[in-house]
């Protein structure tokens, strides 16, 4: 950057993220996710490890925190006094399923059907119970009163992770995207220690080495690489569809369409959770959602007329200005 440079456009550069940051955006690629919807059934994180060539570390890798994952589910339960269920034995299937009471906690038993409907799980001459090892001890978890947050990089406008890589392999794309330049990484692990959610991932090993033996290998998404060891990596809103939608636009000669490609997470998910597209877009169904509940970019604090709409932003009070909206989930009271 010369010094005629810094003269002309400091004040350009210095506009803050309230203020639209530097850059003049082309497009600002934005998430909503419904935890209402959620379903916790891990279809976004399976396409992403398809789409994006993620590499199966295996338990043990995992257990030493050395997971890559760019898309994770996380699991809480937050309704610890709902009751779980008592089967009751009737001779269908569906009546069973529909039949169960809501029972005590006192009188918590395995809700397994196989004790009243002999014969019809057994395999090999064991029973239900026998080939999964179910002795009729409570589980760890509660049978029922889950939430899932589906958690990838929440796509800051004010990174954290950007200005402490000592290479500048982690940058801001004219897209509003937190991008990463794989070739210029060297592993110093900087931008994960400041990332407050933690979804930037290290490569301990040369994991290709051995994630895609025959034929797996053949499932490998050509648009992009696989990464050594020694190199940071995470979600990019699945960049490579990006770049094609914009291409294939431009020699269209026209701009995106909202809808007409979405990221691998977004494509998957069963019960529509997720709604991916251009917030610069005001007719976007992600920036009427936003509209809708009242969510404002560039703020630390949501000052909402309507205190009941559920939107909200993770961790926003650390001014990070993330991209991804959360809905709140409603539950029975």
């Known amino acids: 950057m010369s010094l005629d440079n810094i003269l002309t456009n400091w004040s350009r550069y210095r506009k ?51 997971a890559m994952n ?18 009751i034995p009737t001779a269908n299937v569906d009546a069973w399923i529909e039949g169960n009471p809501p029972a005590k906690k006192t009188e918590l038993k395995p809700s397994m059907p196989s004790s009243y409907l002999p014969g019809l799980l057994e395999q090999d001459g064991q ?23 589906p958690m990838m990089c929440q796509q800051c406008h004010a990174a954290t992770c950007e200005p402490v890589c000592p290479v500048a392999a982690t940058y801001h794309t004219p897209d509003g995207l937190n991008a990463q330049v794989y070739n210029r990484c060297i592993g110093s692990r900087y931008c994960s220690n ?58 269209e ?34 920036s009427k959602l936003w509209s809708y509940h009242q969510v404002e970019r560039g703020k630390t604090k949501q000052n909402k007329e309507n205190k009941e709409l559920r939107g909200y932003r993770i961790l926003e009070g650390l001014n990070t200005d993330p991209s991804v909206l959360y809905l709140e989930r409603v539950r029975e009271v």
């Open 16 to 66: 803050g993220a309230e203020e639209g940051g530097f850059h003049e955006y082309e497009h600002q690629w934005g998430m909503v996710v419904d935890l209402n919807k959620c379903i916790g059934c891990n279809a976004c994180s399976v396409a992403c490890y398809a789409e994006n060539n993620l590499p199966v570390v295996g338990e043990k890798r995992c257990g030493k925190n050395q």
């Open 70 to 87: 760019w898309l994770r589910i996380e699991r809480y339960w937050d309704e610890p006094d709902l009751a779980p269920y008592e089967a």
């Open 127 to 149: 029973s239900f119970e026998q080939r999964v090892g179910f002795d009729g001890t409570k589980s760890e978890f509660q049978d029922f009163g889950a939430s899932f947050l």
């Open 194 to 251: 400041n990332c407050p959610y933690r979804l930037r991932y290290f490569n301990f090993w040369s994991y290709y080495e051995d994630a895609w033996p025959e034929p797996l290998h053949m499932q490998l998404n050509p648009d992009l690489s696989v990464r050594d060891k020694g190199v940071m990596e995470k979600c990019t809103f699945c960049i490579q569809r990006i770049r094609v939608a914009k291409d294939k636009a431009k020699m």
């Open 253 to 286: 000669d026209r701009k995106v369409i909202d809808g007409e490609f979405s990221t691998a997470c977004v494509q998957t998910c069963p019960t529509g959770a997720l709604v991916f597209g251009d917030m610069q877009n005001p007719e976007s169904q992600v």
